[in-house]
Structures are given as structure tokens and as C-alpha cells.
């Protein structure tokens, strides 16, 4: 299991909360941290490596 963060996303890209994620691997964590837009963008992070970003107004992730 590898250790993940999802960051809820405030105004002007700020984030105003962490989520900590245990998840097999990427499929898993985005899969996880989809779940978690509800209004707000979410960014997935790996340690210091972007996974995946979530935009709440379109729907779409765009995968790092």
C-alpha cells in the first residue's frame, strides 16, 4: 500500500483541507479521491508527485 493525499481545494487554488488515502496504487487512489469532489477541485498527490487533478465544474480529471 502506498500513502496518498487528496487536497480539497479553496478559492484561487489554496488548499483548506488534507485527506490521508492508503491505496494499491494510482487507479485505486484516483478512483478514491474522485468521490471527494463535491463543489470544490481536488488534487491527488503521491508524496511529492501529482497524480491527478479533479475539476469540479467539468467533471473531467486531468491525470499528471
Known amino acids: 500500500m502506498s500513502a496518498y493525499r487528496a487536497l480539497i481545494m479553496g478559492l484561487h487554488d489554496r488548499p483548506i483541507r488534507m485527506i490521508q488515502m492508503d491505496c494499491i496504487d494510482d487507479e485505486s487512489a484516483i478512483s478514491s479521491a474522485e468521490r471527494l469532489v463535491d463543489g ?3 488534487e491527488l498527490w ?3 508527485r501529482p497524480v ?3 475539476d ?3 467533471g473531467k ?3 499528471k
Open 61 to 63: 480529471i486531468y491525470k
Open 52 to 54: 491527478a487533478r479533479f
Open 56 to 58: 469540479s465544474r467539468s
Open 46 to 48: 503521491q508524496m511529492d
Open 40 to 42: 470544490h477541485n481536488v
